[in-house]
């Protein structure tokens, strides 16, 4: 599909060189009912991404522009990334656990409970230089069954939590978070940025971005609020080469500079949930918004996955 001319918003001047005014904003598919959890594939020049109240994840071919089912069901799943060997790292709400797709199609399953409680509905995952898995578990997929299955939480909390690459131990990381939802690292991975979107389910409740320092042993300190959403919630994001954070909002994707200030904003017709970088040179910006995949070209590039 083609597109309308992208509409920026320039907040700081320092935004004026992240974007061209010429750039369009193109509908790449529209069908969903709650797009989310982009994830590009640059092996297979794809983009992935969840449809999940439809229980499918859908498949762009960059090299074609066709659209294809590429699983379902697809145990409702939310957030994707991929690990340092390429391979598919998804959070399933259906089955309440985090799995990784094998190069040969199989699924192993990375957390499943901790403590043996069952964990809620992971949301969004990544996966740092080392191998360690980090993933956020806010209800979303068992307050109803519009995400997921319905059921009451078994461990009765809301809470992030890291993979040892080893041992594969699950250890929690943060706990004191309404609703984590996205996560991101900074580029040099000493810093880690948490989405909190507690404001679904509590009056006046968070709507922001918090950044923790990630110590050597893998635990997290600080926990600052770096930014607070202007227009509905934040979710997703991703960072970019030099640090700047491109997440969802209510309006389209707002880009914040490493300091915190608002820098300008990507204006999407719908409220976005995700974004990923992709392309030949990861400078294409890909938007899960409601219904819709969207992407815009941009003249900055994101962090590489590996």
């Known amino acids: 599909m083609s597109g309308d001319a992208a509409t920026f918003e320039v907040l700081d001047a320092r935004f004026t060189p992240c974007v ?12 969903c009912r709650w797009a989310e959890g982009p ?22 071919d ?12 697809a145990g409702y799943t939310n957030g994707h990334t991929l690990d340092r060997q390429g391979r598919l790292v998804s959070c399933e709400h259906g089955n309440r656990r985090v799995t990784r797709t ?13 403590q043996g409680k069952r964990l809620n509905s992971p949301n969004d995952v990544v996966v740092k230089s080392d191998g360690s898995i980090w993933f956020t578990d806010p209800s979303y997929g068992i307050d109803s069954d519009y995400e997921g299955h319905q059921a009451e ?70 926990g600052d609020v770096f930014a607070t959403c202007t227009a509905g919630l934040f979710d997703g994001f991703r960072l970019d080469t030099a640090g700047r954070i491109w997440t969802s909002a209510g309006d389209g994707v707002h880009c914040y500079d490493p300091d915190g200030t608002l820098l300008g904003k990507v204006l999407v ?20 918004a409601t219904t819709s995949l969207y992407a815009v070209l941009l003249p900055v590039n994101g962090a590489p996955l590996f």
């Open 269 to 288: 017709p719908e409220t976005v949930a995700n974004v990923v970088f992709g392309g030949p040179k990861r400078n294409r910006l890909f938007i899960a």
């Open 39 to 60: 994830v590009y594939v640059p092996a297979g020049r794809f983009v992935a991404w969840s449809d999940i109240p439809n229980d499918r994840m859908l498949r762009w």
């Open 153 to 222: 939480s078994e461990i009765g909390s809301c809470l992030v939590y890291r993979v040892d690459p080893g041992t594969g131990e699950i250890r929690v990381v943060a706990d004191d978070f309404v609703r984590p939802n996205g996560l991101a690292f900074s580029v040099d991975e000493r810093r880690l940025y948490i989405a909190d979107t507690g404001a679904t389910h509590v009056a006046d409740g968070p709507r922001h971005l918090r950044v923790f320092d990630v110590t050597d042993d893998g635990t997290l300190a600080g």
């Open 62 to 73: 960059e090299t074609t522009g066709a659209v294809g089912v590429f699983r379902q069901p």
């Open 20 to 31: 061209k005014t010429s750039a369009r904003l193109e509908k790449l598919y529209e069908g």
């Open 102 to 114: 094998e190069h040969d199609g199989s699924i192993t399953v990375i957390a499943d409970n901790y």
